[in-house]
């Protein structure tokens, strides 16, 4: 299932960002509501893609070259896990196995699929 949503990495929060509205907490919380708005759902086993927008800055022929390659930049790969699995569940502890990687793309998104 391919859901259009800007994948974004979990911030490290304190207890001042209750109050506080850091923007990368912000962020997050809206990534998070958007989530649980589409109904993304993800189950043990599953494999997971975020799909990285590319910068509008890059040149056409940079991003024809980079589309659909592996994404090597920050953010980490498991903050972008954990995000994604706090956001949409309580307690992701049933999760024991899960299959996940970062690609360039023209726009951000989350492809969850069986691990084949």
Known sequence: MMYDINPVPKPRQTRADKWKQRECVMRY??????????G??????????FVMP?????SKRKREMHNGMPHTQRPD?????????DAVHVDDSHIWKLTAEKRWGEVGAIIIGEEA
């Open 29 to 38: 919380r809206a990534f998070a509501d958007e989530c649980r708005l589409k």
């Open 40 to 49: 993304v759902t993800v189950e043990p086993g599953d494999s997971v893609v």
């Open 54 to 58: 590319m910068p509008k800055s890059w």
């Open 77 to 85: 790969l498991d903050n972008l896990v954990k995000a994604l699995l």
